[in-house]
């Protein structure tokens, strides 16, 4: 089986310090992706990257970075951290660029809450 | 622009009877793919199903069914003889397109939760 791992179920930061998220899957995926998932919005894309050192901006990239150096390891930064951004963060991941019926496999989520 | 709706924010449902969580999308690509998601109160997203726009049969995983209706755009997810532990978040979400090193992007509905009683 997949696993995606997140490092941290809960998080409680401060206004303007810089937050790491980390994110590992062990089945050698070429694409990484990182979500938030808000109330009534379900997942928004925040960035992916579908190889080592590549990335891609999603649907609402602002306020935040990543970091891909090794394949198995995909890094959500939140550079100035802001209370819009308390929210579940989740990371994916899937086998290949080219899609088709391939899910995206899940970690468990980090909820993350900036005071 | 590719779109997914899911208009049921919350449902219930008895214990052991079936249920349909309703999805409908919208895409100008003539090749996609649609997946549901059940995401319990842990946080956890877990894959239940995948169905193919050019797959002439419904797909269908254990209890789960997919209700494709192509010519409508929907891809309602049927649930039958449900459980206490089917009680969850459920996401619809489309593969956003065929570009190649896109393929793998998924867009995601709002959600749908269900609640089943006992």
């Known amino acids: 089986d997949v696993k995606v791992t997140q490092s941290s179920r809960y998080l409680v930061k401060r206004t303007g310090e810089k937050v790491f998220l980390e994110c590992v899957q062990d089945?050698?995926?070429?694409?990484m992706f990182w979500y938030r998932q808000d109330p009534g919005l379900g997942l928004r894309l925040i960035y992916f990257?579908?190889?080592?050192?590549?990335?891609e901006k999603g649907d609402i990239p602002e306020g935040y970075s990543v970091s891909r150096e090794k394949k198995e390891r995909f890094s959500l930064i939140l550079e100035s951290a802001s209370t819009n951004q308390t929210s579940m963060y989740l990371c994916?991941?899937?086998?290949?660029?080219?899609?088709?019926?391939?899910?995206?496999?899940f970690g468990d989520g980090t909820r993350l809450s900036i005071l | 622009a590719q779109k997914i709706t899911q208009t049921q924010p919350g449902m219930f449902v008895q214990e052991k009877e079936a249920v349909t969580l309703d999805c409908t999308y919208d895409t100008s690509d003539p090749s996609y793919g649609l997946f549901w998601y059940k995401q319990p109160s842990s946080g956890e997203m877990i894959f239940l199903i995948y169905?193919?726009?050019?797959?002439?049969q419904n797909a269908t995983e254990g209890r789960y069914s997919l209700n494709f209706q192509k010519a409508r755009k929907s891809a309602n997810l049927v649930i039958s003889a449900s459980q206490l532990g089917d009680s969850a978040m459920y996401f619809c979400?489309?593969?956003?397109?065929?570009?190649?090193?896109?393929?793998?992007?998924?867009?995601f509905g709002q959600g749908t939760e269900l609640s089943v009683k006992p």
């Open positions: 979400a489309m593969r956003r397109t065929r570009i190649y090193n896109q393929g793998g992007k998924l867009i």
């Open positions: 990257s579908y190889d080592v050192k590549m990335k």
């Open positions: 089945m050698d995926h070429e694409n």
């Open positions: 169905q193919g726009s050019y797959d002439q």
């Open positions: 994916a991941s899937s086998l290949t660029r080219a899609g088709g019926n391939q899910p995206q496999h």
